[in-house]
């Protein structure tokens, strides 16, 4: 498996938009790309700013070049990522995944419960979590593939 990372800023104020923009886009298409196996996207607040950082998991390079194109190190943009970029990585980095886990879900009074409690959306294709820092809100989220 192959982890495929890249990061960027956005004024806070359009971190909503934004998330729901790269929903639509770029982690659309990973879904839609044979080999991705999942997607999550990343908050981190910096005053005015908020680091954004995407992970996606693949079973190999060739799947990432049906995604990216032949230079699989270019990053990939869409038409409107002008409007919401104030910086970006303009490369893509990767790694071999040298382990990888999901929690278990446990059983409780005989309902199953997920190990962190979380949001659902797009008809259940999105998992996300969403909690305060001491600098504001962040979020983490989850694309499963081929959903939607």
Same mark, same amino acid.
């Given at each position: 498996m192959i982890a495929r990372y890249w990061r960027g800023h956005v004024r806070?104020? #359009?971190v909503n938009a934004y998330r729901d923009y790269v929903e639509r886009t770029g982690i659309k298409e990973h879904r839609a790309t044979p080999g991705n196996q999942g997607s999550m996207m990343f908050?981190?607040?910096h005053g005015d700013e908020v680091e954004v950082a995407v992970l996606s998991l693949w079973d190999s390079l060739a799947s990432i070049v049906k995604f990216a194109g032949e230079d699989p190190e270019v990053a990939v943009f869409y038409p409107?990522? #002008?409007r919401y970029l104030t910086q970006r990585d303009h490369f893509a980095t990767h790694f071999d995944v040298a382990a990888f886990s999901v929690p278990a879900a446990k059983e409780t009074a005989?309902?199953?419960e997920s190990p962190i409690p979380h949001n659902t959306s797009a008809e259940g294709c999105?998992?996300?979590l969403r909690f305060r820092e001491e600098v504001g809100e962040a979020?983490?989220?989850v694309i499963t593939p081929g959903c939607g």
């Open positions: 806070a104020s #359009d908050f981190r607040a409107e990522d #002008d005989g309902a199953t999105v998992q996300s979020a983490v989220g």
